[in-house]
């Protein structure tokens, strides 16, 4: 953010990815300026099958980290996540 403006990033949430893969890709496309195109199989490929929960006192201890971090994020990029 020094040295680039704010118009030549662009944020995406994984979740809106993961929800509406082609809308999103379409939206990087736009961004760059880029012929749309959609990849034939835009199915997840690194998928858990059996997702395994973060320990409570591991989260409450990353939360502490983390939690002014996340705030300058939201402040930056104007979107909060679901993990703030």
């Known amino acids: 953010?020094?040295?680039?403006?704010?118009?030549q990033f662009i944020f995406l949430r994984s979740?809106?990815?993961?929800?509406?893969?082609?809308?999103?890709?379409?939206?990087?496309?736009?961004?760059?300026?880029?012929?749309?195109?959609?990849p034939s199989d835009m199915a997840p490929k690194n998928a858990a099958a059996d997702k395994v929960g973060m320990n409570p006192e591991t989260s409450l201890a990353h939360r502490s980290v983390f939690d002014r971090e996340d705030a300058g994020l939201t402040d930056l990029i104007g979107t909060k996540f679901t993990w703030c």
Request: hydrophobic share 35%.
């Open 15 to 38: 979740e809106d990815f993961f929800k509406n893969p082609e809308s999103q890709l379409h939206t990087v496309h736009r961004f760059l300026d880029l012929r749309a195109c959609t």
């Open 1 to 7: 953010m020094q040295w680039f403006p704010p118009e």
